[in-house]
């Protein structure tokens, strides 16, 4: 495919648009998407990794917690962890931030 193809693809789909409002709204979801394939492509090997894996929690904290409460808060502290590092992740590729998630440890 050539982008002479994709320029006349898009030329049409923004022809189609039915007035000036729809017309911008095409534009801008074009746009996100543009923006948000931009950063998955410029995303490292390590990175594209990081993104994908899920965190596992440290079997060796997880045996010496003796109680049930504290397994609980254990396991809830790692997937607020994981949620908000899913988030960030997700802020980054969408350009609610230009800074990249970084890999963290700890739990």
Known sequence: ????????KIKEFL???CGREDRISRIKDMQHL????LQVAELTDEEQ???????KGNSSKIDSLQSA???D????DLARHEY????SWSDYLNGVTDEKPTRAGGL
């Open 15 to 17: 022809d189609g648009a």
């Open 1 to 8: 495919m050539n982008s002479g193809y994709v320029t006349d």
């Open 73 to 76: 808060r254990y396991f809830m």
């Open 34 to 37: 543009l923006n948000f394939e």
């Open 84 to 87: 908000m590092r899913q988030c």
């Open 49 to 55: 990794r990081d993104m994908c894996t899920e965190l």
């Open 69 to 71: 409460t504290a397994r």
